[in-house]
Nanobody, 121 residues
């Protein structure tokens, strides 16, 4: 059973910083891409940032230059969020894509339960 556990959300003033962490647990042979998505009230879930197994990041235009995604090892990713704005308020979800748990098994996508980030004006 693969689980993604997120931590680091909270309340911060506009202009402040937060760091989110996500760790995957369970019997995992490999994870291709890990990333962060967010969903604000009344809006669809959107991509924030992803990072491949090789360390190549991708960012949404709205967070470029403010957020940095990193991957310490194959099963952990962090999202450093600086210069936060009120529009960054959302539930942030960790995602692990193409997770391989057995040698000849399927590659599966997993989601964390989400962590709330609230930015006050």
């Amino acid at each position: 059973q693969v689980q993604l556990v997120e931590s680091g959300g909270g309340l911060v003033q506009a202009g402040g910083s937060l760091r989110l962490s996500c760790a995957a647990s369970g019997t995992i042979l490999s994870i291709n891409t890990m990333g962060w998505y967010r969903q604000a009230p009344g809006k669809q879930r959107e991509l924030v940032a992803t990072i491949t197994r090789g360390g190549t990041p991708t960012y949404a235009d709205s967070v470029k230059g403010r957020f940095t995604i990193s991957r310490d090892n194959a099963k952990k990713t962090d999202l450093q969020m600086n210069s936060l704005r009120s529009e960054d308020t959302a539930v942030y979800y960790c995602n692990a894509d193409q997770v391989l748990t057995t040698l000849y098994g399927p590659r599966t996508n997993y989601w964390g339960q989400g962590t709330q980030v609230t930015v006050s004006a």
